[in-house]
């Protein structure tokens, strides 16, 4: 399996999704498709609702306010356009990271493929990492596919179940509340308007967030790869060989490499992961506000929606240490925030394999030049590498624990109010 056939998933996600182009580097072999004027409109259209999306739910949130009500369906419906407002606002943030650092982005992957070890060769377990990253990418995918079309038919479903029923008062409800300058409530075309701008938006969005979570993935697969190896090299240098300073002085021109490399990785996605931080910390709240305070249907909507964000928000952290909206939203604020946390914290146990793996080996039996080398090794690997969003934080199991505790302090001192 080649560096190529690791980016399988995030393909799939930009084609048939995201409506963008692939990410080239020079040494990719296969032909990529063409970026034609539909797919490109689709894309703009998309990220343009997304964008007007976030601001006609703040408009609808000012409306809202203005009008009676009681305090139950306030907090109730406040929460439920934060957590909305979370979701927009993320989509909308991948989607500007991946369009603004795509030259960056394609720059590591060229280094990557640069680095990429031939099959079979010794040190390197490719097969069980690359294994490894597939089947999680395999997983976010099959997930958000699933998210994105029950986050699209279930308007449809309760729209075709109250007019089944007769009922007098028709919802018309779409996706989420959002004001639109035009009249939605009663009016089909208006309506449809309003359903398909929300449909388009938010699978664009999907779409960049996926290929997010994918690049993520790989990029922590293949740092785990390289971290694997030096260690693996290391265990297996022998002090006494004619060689030995020579391949020491490659695996500490390597060590520098791989450090390098990851630190662009975290310079690209630092900003990202202090947003899904943040955001995910207070969605996670106020999708659980509105699933306790909202009538069950509405409720419902919103769950995989949180689950979602926690779950992505983990695998980052820790790989780096990866029938209504409500339930939608839920299950996709714990998936975001998992998968996060999962990448940070798979990263730094990586990393940790270098130092253990120079201190045991046999240097008493090596010259001075030799010592010298390995020490400045030892030194340089005292301290794992860690991912950081701008050192605020770690991205790690950690962070997850925090942001979740944080949630739950904030959502009981909500629910205390009630």
Known sequence: MQLEDLMSYQDFAFRYFGMAPRFEWPDRRTVAPKQTATRQIIWVVGALSLAYQSLGTIIYWAVFNSQPKEIDMYVAKIAEMGSVLGLT????????????????????????????????????????????????????????????????????????????????????????????????????????????SQAIGGTVAVGFSMSIQHLICLFTVQLELHFDALASQLTGLDAKEFTANEQLRFLITYHLRILRLADQINRLFDFTFMISLVVSTFAICLTSVAMLLLDLNTALQYVSGLIAFVIHHFLICYRGSVVTVSMVGMFLFIIYTFSKCHDGTQVTMASDKVMPAAFYNNWYEGDLAYRKMLLMLMMCSTKPYIWRTYNLANVSIETYMATLKLSYQMFTFARSLK
């Open 89 to 196: 606002l993320i989509g909308f943030l991948n989607i500007c990271t991946l369009t603004y650092k795509r030259p960056k982005i394609e720059v590591v992957l060229a280094e990557l493929q640069e680095l990429y070890p031939e099959p079979r060769r010794r040190y390197f377990r490719i097969r069980h990492y690359n294994e490894q990253g597939v089947g999680l990418m395999k997983f976010v995918t099959m997930f958000y596919v699933i998210l994105v079309l029950y986050y699209n038919i279930a308007p449809l479903v309760i729209l075709l179940w109250e007019h089944h029923m007769d009922s007098q008062d028709i919802s018309y409800r779409a996706q989420s509340y959002t004001w639109y300058p035009w009249r939605v409530h009663g009016s089909v075309l208006g309506y449809a308007a309003a359903y398909l």
